[in-house]
Nanobody, 115 residues
Framework: QVQLVESGGGLVQPGGSLRLSCAAS????????MGWYRQAPGKQREFVAT???????NYADSVKGRFTISRDGAKNTVYLQMNSLKPEGTAVYYC?????????WGQGTQVTVSS
């Protein structure tokens, strides 16, 4: 069993930056992918970014070049650096971990991009 706890959300102006953190309750081998998803009001949850074995990363087209996912194994933490935020980035951001046949989610952190 793994608990994931997100933090770092908040209110930011368009063009601003935020860094989200996802702390896992125990060590997760870097072989297993971890990632970020988001869900805007009235919309389905969508993929944002993942990081997996060998620090291989993958991003949704909508965030490429603006968001960066990274991992600190010593701290059992995954980060999402979000730059040049747009109003359409307003959503609850969820951390995800896929470990063998199991999938884990955090409780989410709200990001609001507004002037």
């Amino acid at each position: 069993q793994v608990q994931l706890v997100e933090s770092g959300g908040g209110l930011v102006q368009p063009g601003g930056s935020l860094r989200l953190s996802c702390a896992a309750s125990r060590y997760i081998d870097s072989f297993y992918p971890m990632g970020w998803y988001r869900q805007a009001p009235g919309k389905q949850r969508e993929f944002v970014a993942t990081i997996s074995s060998g620090d291989s990363t993958n991003y949704a087209d909508s965030v490429k070049g603006r968001f960066t996912i990274s991992r600190d194994g010593a701290k059992n933490t995954v980060y999402l650096q979000m730059n040049s935020l747009k109003p359409e980035g307003t959503a609850v951001y969820y951390c995800n971990a896929k470990i063998a046949a199991f999938e884990y989610w955090g409780q989410g952190t709200q990001v609001t991009v507004s002037s």
